[in-house]
């Protein structure tokens, strides 16, 4: 089967009303994303992506993984705006892993040989590192394939809703540190956005982050969290030129840098 052939699992219609603006506007939150990247940063990605495909090319084997972004929240909203309820689920990996240590990710990973699409494959991964139960989940859209160096993958991003996901904990601890269900209003306050860099590049390739209790949110799940506020228009102005350096900001985790909502 190909990559793309369990889209027939996806259901928008069963989106909630204050989750359709995002699913509606789904095809522009690459666009979104890529308006983020700064020009140097987006000039490396596709140097990057060009050089794995033309190797894919030759191999014939491609990196294609997926990742889950599941929305929770009530069916109905009074004031058809995002619920106070609202929450987005996200992982942090281990600090033992290869690629992406410490990270605040969405669940995730690479296909394997079973998996008939990005659906299937986000699906697994998601109860295999957080034990969710994948039959309360409605798949509603998934989005442009990104490239992630420098782990070479293509990932698909999957859009869900459930209202009650049930509970999700920590699978693996070789792989995963954290699991939770973080309230989409900590994404949307302002005084939780900041923008990050890394030591060995200049300020100007920082990208938007979001510095919460337990993690800080950044890299390309950063950058998908930001790019999916603006598309739904959720986004409320915030001070983009806050800049710190990623192991000053990781040092305040935990430190009251962040709030939960």
């Known amino acids: 089967m190909s990559w793309a052939s369990d889209e027939k699992e996806l259901a928008p219609q069963a989106a909630p009303s204050w989750l359709k603006p995002l699913v509606d506007n789904a095809k522009d939150i690459k666009r979104a994303y890529r308006r983020r990247v700064p020009p140097e940063v987006l000039a490396m990605l596709t140097a990057a992506n060009t050089k794995a495909s033309i190797k894919a090319g030759v191999t014939g084997e491609r990196r294609d993984a ?147 209790n337990e993690m800080l949110v950044w890299g390309f799940t950063g950058q998908v969290v930001s790019a999916m506020l603006d598309v739904a228009g959720w986004a409320q102005p915030w001070d983009t030129d806050d800049v710190r350096e990623l192991e000053d900001a990781m040092a305040l985790v935990g430190r009251d840098g962040g709030t939960a909502g």
């Open 66 to 212: 997926a990742v889950l972004v599941l929305f929770s929240g009530p069916p109905d909203s009074q004031s058809q705006g995002l619920p106070e309820t609202a929450d987005l689920l996200v992982t942090v990996r281990a600090s033992t892993l290869r690629h992406h240590a410490g990270q605040a990710a969405f669940p995730g990973g690479a296909a394997d040989p079973g998996d008939t699409g990005p659906v299937s494959t986000a699906l697994r991964e998601a109860n295999e590192e957080t034990g969710i139960d994948v039959g309360r989940l409605q798949p509603l859209a998934t989005l442009e394939q990104m490239f992630i160096p420098p782990s070479g993958f293509h990932v698909v991003p999957v859009l869900a809703y459930s209202a009650d996901p049930g509970p999700v904990a920590v699978v693996d601890e070789s792989e995963t540190a954290v699991v939770a269900r973080v309230p989409v209003r900590a994404f949307t306050n302002p005084e939780n956005r900041i923008m990050v860099y890394r030591k060995e590049n200049t300020r100007r390739a920082a990208g938007p982050a979001f510095l919460l």
